[in-house]
């Protein structure tokens, strides 16, 4: 059977922690879209693992798909797969052949066009994904399946490279023969020119070609997942990033390239939609709201400078109180660009579009323990839009950024120990605690799998198991 990991928010809800929980019951995790943006953590036996392209389940011994929804950056992925192995891993990593190439250039055309973009700006990491599916839906990407046949991959590099080159220096006014580029960390220290170089890039790409062949890396897709699960076996599907920033039903354009609501399980595996819809699909929410990026966020508190549209520095002292408690609680930090996160409160309206655009058939609340210690706690109940009361997302996000949430208050929870909590079960969070889960739960209509009190896999009261 299948079950689909989807966040129901704009990322960073702990999906990769719930991977974690359940994996030991899966045969295969495979994931379904994005790239290296899409950081995740991973506790196991007491070692923490931070992982931007290699799915979760590696970690535990589980082969890992990256499915042709994905966009793959060949040197991350070797890059993560060697430094796992240089801990005494043994990840087994299989690459779709339909999955589309990050290639330097789109790195470097990435962190322009961003900067281009201004009061637009989505937030992107530059790490090359949006211009890569852009690519990808113009017909003129590179494939995986591409780096294993040099002649081919000689002619998609003629075909593309001149067009790439023309609008870095025509268009933007960039000239690639002589500044310096790469990935937003600046990590790869690769000269632009050489990441325009039609040479350079055959060379490097058909070397990448040579080792994933060699490790016998690359699958059709769709065939491999289906041949395991006609075998008996269970596949969890992992979703990077969050619902509200899906390319279709997020909040265009402050969103990511792909679809990381449960439709994009589908198309981005190969397996059908009838295989996907009779499994579970387990809406992954976290007990506040982050994000990073511009745009609006009805119940922000404070803001983040850069980010906040329209933030002076001068939002109320006491919502600017509760945003660092609750970054700094919760380690609302980019997993790979180290910014910080905006936070706010839960927003209810977003969690009724994800659970309705994905169709949930069970929750994981995480970070409870975050919110521990606050008098009260707020959830964004509703918005008032022009007189109306809304209870989901509007369509457009000009009309979300003109909506006031309307909020519903409940009493606070005290710190406890969260490991007890974890061992004893759900009776044990506290009851005011209790209370707010079940708000949601009622609200979103699914009932609740697993509660995260904390970042291990050990922290996590479980209610529920979707292989049982």
């Known amino acids: 059977m299948t079950v689909t990991i989807v966040g129901s928010q704009l990322g960073d809800e702990g999906k990769g922690g719930v991977v974690d929980l359940y994996g030991d019951a899966a045969d295969v995790v495979a994931r379904y879209q994005g790239g290296d943006n899409a950081g995740h953590t991973v506790v196991h036996d007491g070692e923490k693992y931070k992982l931007s392209l290699v799915p979760s389940g590696a970690v535990r011994g589980k082969i890992g798909v ?6 793959v950056n ?12 240089e801990r005494g891993l043994e990840p087994d990593v299989r690459v779709a052949e339909r999955a589309h190439v990050i290639l330097p250039y789109h790195r470097v055309l990435d962190g322009i066009e961003e900067d281009e973009k201004q009061d637009l700006a989505a937030g992107t990491t530059k790490r090359g994904i949006g211009p890569t599916y852009e690519d990808k839906m113009g017909r003129r990407g590179i494939r995986i399946g591409d780096l294993l046949e040099p002649e081919v991959l000689r002619e998609r590099l003629e075909y593309v490279v001149p067009q790439k080159r023309a609008l870095a220096e025509d268009v933007f006014g960039v000239s690639v023969s002589d500044a310096n580029g790469g ?12 990441g325009f170089d039609v040479d350079h890039l055959y060379e490097t790409y058909r070397e990448y070609g040579e080792r994933l062949a060699a490790e016998g890396m690359t699958v059709d897709c769709g065939t491999f997942l289906q041949e395991r699960i006609d075998a008996g076996e269970n596949v969890m599907l992992e979703g990077a990033q969050g619902t509200s920033i899906d390319i279709d039903h997020g909040i265009y354009p402050y969103v990511t390239s792909s679809n990381p609501t449960a439709g994009g399980a589908t198309v981005g595996t190969g397996l059908g939609p009838t295989v ?8 992954i929410v976290k007990a506040y709201l982050s994000r990073v990026g511009t745009g609006p966020l009805p119940t922000e508190l404070g803001g ?13 002292a006491d919502e600017e109180v509760l945003a660092t408690y609750i ?17 706010g409160w839960l927003d209810m309206p977003m969690l009724r579009h994800a659970a309705r655009a994905s169709g949930f058939t069970g929750l994981a609340i995480n970070h409870v323990d975050v919110l521990a210690g606050l008098d009260e706690v707020k959830v964004g109940h509703a918005y008032e839009y022009e007189g109306e009361e809304l209870l989901t ?10 909506c006031e949430a309307t909020f519903r208050t409940f009493d606070g929870w005290p710190e406890v120990d969260w490991a007890d909590v974890a061992s004893e079960g759900y009776e044990a969070i506290p009851e005011n605690a209790r209370t707010y889960l079940e708000y949601v739960a009622d609200e979103l209509e699914a009932p609740i799998y697993a509660v995260g009190v904390g970042p291990g896999r050990e922290e996590t009261v479980v209610l529920e198991n979707p292989y049982e």
């Open 66 to 71: 990256l499915g042709n929804g994905c966009v």
């Open 74 to 85: 060949p040197e991350t992925l070797f890059s993560e797969i060697d430094k796992l192995r």
């Open 183 to 194: 990935s937003s960390d600046e990590s790869d220290g690769a000269e632009v020119g050489e």
């Open 276 to 283: 996907v819809g009779q499994g579970e699909v387990i809406g």
């Open 304 to 316: 983040v400078e850069g980010q906040t549209p329209d933030y002076d520095g001068n939002a109320p």
């Open 327 to 343: 970054r700094d609680e919760g380690g609302e930090y980019g997993t790979v660009t180290g910014r910080p996160r905006r936070v």
């Open 393 to 402: 997302m509007p369509p457009t996000t000009e009309k979300w950024g003109r």
